[in-house]
């Protein structure tokens, strides 16, 4: 459920396939806030592989998703 996502040196964002946009201070803020959109949004169980899936689509500033 993520295509794209990129990190600047305050937020952290991640794009949903829905067009949602998530973001977060910190890595760890941002999986939570990706955790919450997916178990509220589209009703997916958050699990191990879903919060290894938000932690790999994070990229660097200018990096292509």
Same mark, same amino acid.
């Given at each position: 459920w993520l295509l +794209?996502? +990129? +990190?600047?040196a305050m937020t952290k964002v991640i794009r949903c396939?829905?067009?949602s946009i998530i973001k977060g201070e910190s890595?760890? *803020? !941002?999986? *939570?806030n990706a955790q919450q959109h997916a178990k509220e949004a589209h009703g997916m169980e958050v699990t191990p592989? !879903?919060?290894a899936a938000v932690r790999a689509a994070i990229k660097d500033e200018g990096a292509r998703a």
């Open positions: +794209r996502s +990129r +990190r600047n396939h829905c067009g890595d760890e *803020a !941002l999986v *939570a592989d !879903l919060v």
